[in-house]
């Protein structure tokens, strides 16, 4: 059995990016189709099941995001530099006016929704009916994401696998497994109780 042991989660992206990505979307074997609802400033995107023997009472795992707006400014070409010469003009009292393009137009902007995947696997990724399928889901999601970070610890097929995907990027990532210091407590180590160079 697949499994999702460790997850955390940065993404960011646009509402109606996450919209076009579920409006064809290549889902795992085990998911025949998802359900997504608004509750106020909470996305939830949830597995619907393949398998007719899961009772339709059984929850199944679920994405969730909250909903931020993000001013966005439209980026704009930089202009020669004899376009940034004194321009003249003249006011409505007919006296003449000295000034600049730059000084007069501000860049233009619109308030976008995102969808915010943030926090760990309790919070992003939650209940464990089809829980790795929609992990799988969420990768998909992060490789459309420009923006944020996707970490996890998962085992299919019954080895430890990393997973780290960066603004959208697959990255390499690799597991550390570290010893359990009250395992060396009869060790030669360092003693930190009773150092002298440690003050309280």
Known sequence: MSRVYR?????????????DFFDDPDLPENVEDVDIT?????????AVSADESISKYTPTAQLKASVTENRVY????????????????????GGPQWGTLEEEEEPPSELVEYACFKGDRETVLQN??????MFRVLCDIAR????????AIICPDGDLEAVRIVDGEDCP????VVEDPRDDEDSDGVNWRDNDFISD
């Open 173 to 176: 990532a690799s597991i550390n």
């Open 7 to 19: 997850l955390h989660s940065t993404l960011e992206l646009p509402l109606e990016d996450v919209y």
């Open 144 to 151: 459309e994401a420009e923006k944020g970070t996707l970490t």
């Open 128 to 133: 464990s009916t089809l829980q790795y399928e």
């Open 74 to 93: 439209e980026e704009i070409e930089e202009e020669d530099e004899d376009d940034s010469s004194p321009v003249h003009t003249t006011d409505t009292a």
């Open 38 to 46: 608004r509750r106020n400033n909470t996305l939830i995107i949830s």
